[in-house]
C-alpha cells in the first residue's frame, strides 16, 4: 500500500448528532446500543460486538483491535458465538410460542451441530442479535486460538520485557489451556532483530496482529514494516535496507500486544511489576501529550502515553519520550548555594532573599521567569513581580513541529506564561529592554528561572556588574555560576502543578519521583517568600493556588483544579 | 489482672530439699551418653533438603543460569535480593544469551532462609544450600556479590539446558537465534 498522509488528531469540537439505538442481547441481559460508533478516525461506523459487549461491561479479549486504528481482524482472538432472530419466508421475524423472536444460532453450515463465531471486532450487530460472549463455544473457540498461538511461541517470559504487561500472558492465564499439546519442533524465527535506532524486534515472540504495521502506515505515515513469508513462517520486518526511524516508532512497542517489539532504551533495564506510575505530562513541547512516568527507587525507567484524545490519543513522540534522562544526571544542582547565601538551609535562605529583595529600590529589578514552570509558579512569580516593582519575561523556545503532535513551540507552559501575566502575547519581547537596561545601570538586580540568560543576550560581563543575581535552576550553566542566591529547583517530575498547553487545555500533572538533596518544589519556596515579602494569603498549596489563580484571571473561567480531572480542561486563550 | 503470689509451704521454704533434687538430675545425666556438640569444633551435618542459604549455581556448561528475571528480588519478603539488570547491549561473550544479570546482590544479613527465591525461580539458577552460619566482620561483607554466589553455588546438572536445545533447532533451521549486533 502507499504510504498515507499522517492523519492529524483532533478532538470532535462540534457535539455529535444523536444516533439511532438498537436492541441486542449481551450474554442474556437486554441492552440498547447506538446504531453506529466513531471508529479509529472519529466517523461513524456501524457498532460491532466487540464493542457492544464494551457497552455492556463485558470485555471480550483482543489483539489485533485497536480502537484508535484501522480494523485488520487477523488475529481471530475476538471470536464470540452469537445468533439472529429467524425470519420467515414472508421476512417477518418467527415467533417462539411465548411471542419472543426465535433465534437462528449461527453454525457452521455443512456440520449444524458445531457453533459458529464471528470476529467481535469486525461484525457489525443488528437488530435482535443475541451475543453470547461468556458461552461454552465461545470458550471452546478462545482456547483453541490462543492454543495456535502458542504453538510456535517461544514462552521466553523470564527474560522477555513484555512479561507483566502481556496480553498472551494473560489471556492465556484466563482463557488458555493449562498444558500444551505440540510435541513437534517449534519454528525459529530471528531474535534481538535490529529494526531501527530505538526498536529492537524479536520475531518468534510476533503474534502477527499487525497492529505495529497500521499504525506506523496510519497513523505516523511511514510505511515501514510489513510481513514476509508464509504460513508458520510468516514473519515481520522493516522494509529491506530501509531503518524504522520515524519520530513515532516507540509506540509501536507501547502496542504491540507482546514481547516482539522492545524499546532499546528501556530493554532489560527493569521489570514492569517494580515501576511505580504516576500520571505526568511531557514536557518537552507545547503539546502536552499526556504520559504515565514509571520509577522505581526514584529512578525513572520509562515515560509511556497515557490516552487522552483532546490531546495525543494514544500516542507521543520518541524525542519526548526518551527526554528524562537528564532529570538523574550526576552534575544536577543539588545544593543551596551562591556566592552571598549564608544560610544552609531553605528557612534561612527565604529569609536573606526577602531582606536581600526588600532592599532593592523599586523598579530596579526585573525576573526572567520560564515557561518550562507550572502555571502556579509563574503566578506566585508575578505576584512577586508586582509588589517589587519587578518588570517580568520569558524566553521563548522555537523549533520544528510536526503534523501529529510534535509542537513548534517546544516550551511546555507558553500560554501559562501569557496568562499569568509574566509574558506578553510574543515571549520574550521585553527582553532586548531588560537587556538595555541593565546595560545602562537602570535595572540593578534579577532574578532567573531555569534559564541560562547568557545565550538569551545578556552577557556575563553584564551579569557581573549587578547588585543582586538570584538564580533557580535544575543544571549548571554559566547563568549559575555567577549566581549570588542559588537556588536549586525539580524537573516537572519532581513536582506537582499544571501547565497549558498550545490549545489553551490546562492540564494537571502529579510528582512521579523525589528530587535529590536540597533541590526543591520552586513553588514551595515562592509560597514562602511570597508571605516573607508581605503578599497577604499567599496560596500555601499547588490546589489552593491554582483555584485562586482560576478565579482571578478570566481566561480560566472558574475552572478548579479538581475540574482538571486526569485530562484537563480548556481554557479561553 | 493481679495474680496473688502462693504462699510457700515450709518444706518448700527450707530450699535443701529442691536444690537436693535438683542436684539428682544432674548426677543422672552425669552418667549417661553426652549429647553436646563441641560446635563450632565439630560441625553439625545438616540434613538433606535443609534450606540454608541461597547461592546462584552454573550448569555443567559453566554458564551462569540466571537470566535476570528478576521474579525472586519480586517475591523475597525481608527484600534481601537486590539484582541490576544487563540493558540493551546485546551480549557476545558466549552462544545465544539473551539476559544475565549484571550484577546481583544478596543481604545475608536479611535473608530469612525461607526458600522462596529456589521456589519462584523459572531457570532453576538459584538454590537453597547447606550453608547456615555466615559471619563476617562488617555488614557489607555480608551483602554477597554475583561472583561470590555463584562461586559458592557451585555446579547444578541441568537436564533440560533449554538455551543449547533452542540453539540446536534454530540452528537445524537456519536461523540463528541470537544474532550478531549489526552496527
Ligand atoms: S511475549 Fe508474552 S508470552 Fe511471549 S515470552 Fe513475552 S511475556 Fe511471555
Ligand atoms: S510485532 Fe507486535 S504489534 Fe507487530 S505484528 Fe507482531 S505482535 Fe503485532
Ligand atoms: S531465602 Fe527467602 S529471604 Fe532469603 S533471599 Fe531467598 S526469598 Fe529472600
Ligand atoms: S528468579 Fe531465578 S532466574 Fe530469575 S532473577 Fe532470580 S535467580 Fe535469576
Ligand atoms: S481482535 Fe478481532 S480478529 Fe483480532
Known amino acids: 500500500m502507499s504510504t498515507h498522509a499522517p492523519t492529524p488528531i483532533k478532538p470532535d469540537s462540534a457535539a455529535p448528532p444523536p444516533v439511532e439505538k438498537i436492541k441486542i442481547k449481551v450474554d442474556g441481559r437486554d441492552l440498547e446500543v447506538p446504531k453506529t460508533m466513531p471508529d479509529w478516525q472519529g466517523k461513524p461506523q456501524p457498532t460491532t460486538m466487540l464493542q457492544a459487549c464494551q457497552l455492556a461491561g463485558i470485555e471480550i479479549p483482543h489483539y489485533c483491535y485497536h480502537p484508535k486504528l484501522p480494523i485488520a481482524g487477523n488475529c481471530r482472538m475476538c471470536l464470540v458465538e452469537f445468533g439472529t432472530p429467524m425470519l420467515g419466508p414472508d421476512r417477518k421475524p418467527i415467533l417462539n410460542e411465548d411471542g419472543t423472536p426465535r433465534i437462528a444460532k449461527s453454525v457452521l453450515p455443512y456440520e449444524p451441530g458445531t457453533a459458529r463465531g464471528a470476529i467481535g ?56 489451556q493449562a498444558a500444551s499439546r505440540f510435541v513437534e519442533t517449534k519454528v525459529h524465527k530471528p531474535k534481538q532483530v535490529d529494526l531501527g535506532p530505538r526498536i529492537m524486534l524479536d520475531d518468534e515472540r510476533c503474534i502477527l496482529c499487525s497492529r505495529c504495521v497500521r499504525f506506523t502506515r496510519d497513523i505516523a505515515g511511514d510505511d515501514a514494516l510489513g510481513f514476509v513469508n508464509r504460513g508458520s513462517y510468516n514473519t515481520l520486518a522493516s522494509y529491506p535496507g530501509r531503518s524504522f526511524d520515524n519520530n513515532y516508532t516507540l509506540n509501536t512497542v507501547d502496542i504491540c500486544p507482546v514481547g516482539a517489539l522492545t524499546s532499546k532504551d528501556f530493554r532489560f533495564q527493569m521489570r514492569v511489576w517494580f515501576l ?21 527507587e526514584e529512578k525513572i525507567y520509562r515515560f509511556e502515553p497515557r490516552e487522552n484524545d483532546a490531546v495525543n490519543s494514544s500516542w507521543m513522540c520518541d524525542a519526548g519520550r526518551l527526554n528524562y534522562k537528564w532529570i538523574g544526571r550526576e552534575d544536577r544542582l543539588v545544593k543551596l548555594g551562591g556566592s552571598r547565601l549564608k544560610a544552609a538551609t531553605w528557612t534561612g535562605a527565604v529569609k536573606e532573599l526577602a531582606e536581600a529583595l526588600r532592599a532593592s ?46 509542537s513548534p513551540d517546544k516550551n511546555p507552559n507558553s500560554n501559562g506564561a501569557r ?63 555567577l549566581a549570588h542566591y542559588l537556588l536549586p529547583g525539580c524537573a516537572p517530575a519532581e513536582k506537582r502543578g499544571s501547565f497549558v498547553n498550545v490549545k489553551g487545555r490546562a492540564q494537571r500533572f502529579v ?54 480531572g486526569e485530562t484537563g480542561a480548556a481554557a479561553a486563550i | 489482672m493481679i495474680v496473688n503470689r502462693k504462699d510457700l509451704s515450709w518444706w518448700e521454704r527450707l530450699y535443701l530439699p529442691a536444690i537436693a533434687s535438683g542436684f539428682k538430675v544432674t548426677l543422672r545425666h552425669f552418667f549417661k551418653k553426652k549429647v553436646t556438640m563441641q560446635y563450632p569444633e565439630e560441625k553439625w551435618s545438616v540434613p538433606p533438603g ?30 534481601a535480593i537486590s539484582i541490576t539488570p544487563p540493558g540493551p547491549a546485546v551480549q557476545t561473550d558466549a552462544e545465544n544469551v539473551e539476559k544475565r544479570p ?82
Open chain 1, 361 to 406: 529600590k523599586p523598579g530596579t529589578l526585573a525576573i526572567i521567569a520560564s515557561a518550562r514552570q507550572t502555571t502556579e509558579e509563574l503566578y506566585l512569580i508575578k505576584k512577586i513581580a508586582t509588589r517589587l516593582g519587578a518588570v517580568t519575561d520569558s524566553i521563548p523556545r522555537v523549533g520544528e513541529g510536526d503534523k501529529l503532535l510534535v
Open chain 1, 511 to 564: 510528582k512521579a519521583v523525589e528530587a535529590r538533596g536540597d533541590a526543591r518544589p520552586e513553588f514551595e519556596w515562592l509560597t514562602e517568600l511570597t508571605g516573607a515579602l508581605g503578599v497577604e494569603n499567599p496560596p500555601r498549596s499547588v490546589e489552593g493556588c491554582f483555584n485562586h489563580l482560576a478565579k482571578e484571571i478570566p481566561a480560566f473561567g472558574g475552572l478548579s483544579w479538581a475540574s482538571l
Open chain 1, 121 to 176: 471486532c469486525a461484525t457489525a450487530i443488528s437488530p435482535g442479535m443475541e451475543i453470547y460472549p461468556n458461552s461454552p463455544a465461545t470458550k471452546q473457540m478462545r482456547e483453541a486460538v490462543l492454543e495456535s498461538l502458542l504453538i510456535n511461541h517461544p514462552l521466553d517470559c523470564p527474560i522477555c520485557d513484555q512479561a507483566g504487561e502481556c496480553k498472551l500472558q494473560e489471556y492465556s492465564v484466563e482463557h488458555g
Open chain 1, 419 to 481: 496568562l499569568t501575566g509574566i509574558s506578553g502575547p510574543a515571549l520574550g519581547s521585553s527582553l532586548p529592554g531588560i537587556a538595555d537596561r541593565i546595560r545602562s545601570g537602570a535595572i540593578r538586580g534579577l532574578i532567573v528561572f531555569g534559564e541560562d540568560v547568557t545565550r538569551h543576550g545578556v552577557s556575563v560581563a553584564m551579569l557581573q556588574g549587578l547588585d543582586l543575581l538570584v538564580v533557580s535552576d535544575v543544571l549548571p550553566s554559566k547563568t549559575v555560576e
Open chain 1, 276 to 296: 511505580r506510575e504516576a500520571k505526568s505530562l511531557c514536557a518537552s513541547c507545547g503539546t502536552g501529550c499526556n504520559i504515565t512516568v514509571g520509577s522505581r
Open chain 2, 102 to 183: 549484571r550484577e546481583f546482590e544478596i543481604n545475608m544479613l536479611r535473608c530469612i532462609f525461607c526458600g522462596l527465591c529456589q521456589e519462584v525461580c523459572p531457570e532453576e539458577a538459584i538454590f537453597l544450600m547447606k550453608d547456615y552460619s555466615l559471619n563476617g566482620e562488617s555488614r557489607k561483607e555480608m551483602i554477597f556479590n554475583k561472583d561470590k554466589l555463584l562461586a559458592l553455588g557451585g555446579v547444578h546438572n541441568d537436564r533440560i539446558m533449554k538455551w543449547k536445545q533452542k540453539a540446536v533447532e534454530a540452528r537445524r533451521q537456519e536461523v540463528f537465534p541470537v544474532q550478531e549486533a549489526r552496527p
Open chain 2, 50 to 79: 535443609y534450606r540454608g542459604a541461597p547461592y546462584l549455581v552454573k550448569d555443567q556448561e559453566g554458564r551462569t543460569k540466571c537470566v535476570s528475571c528478576q521474579l525472586c528480588e519480586f517475591v523475597c519478603p525481608p527484600r
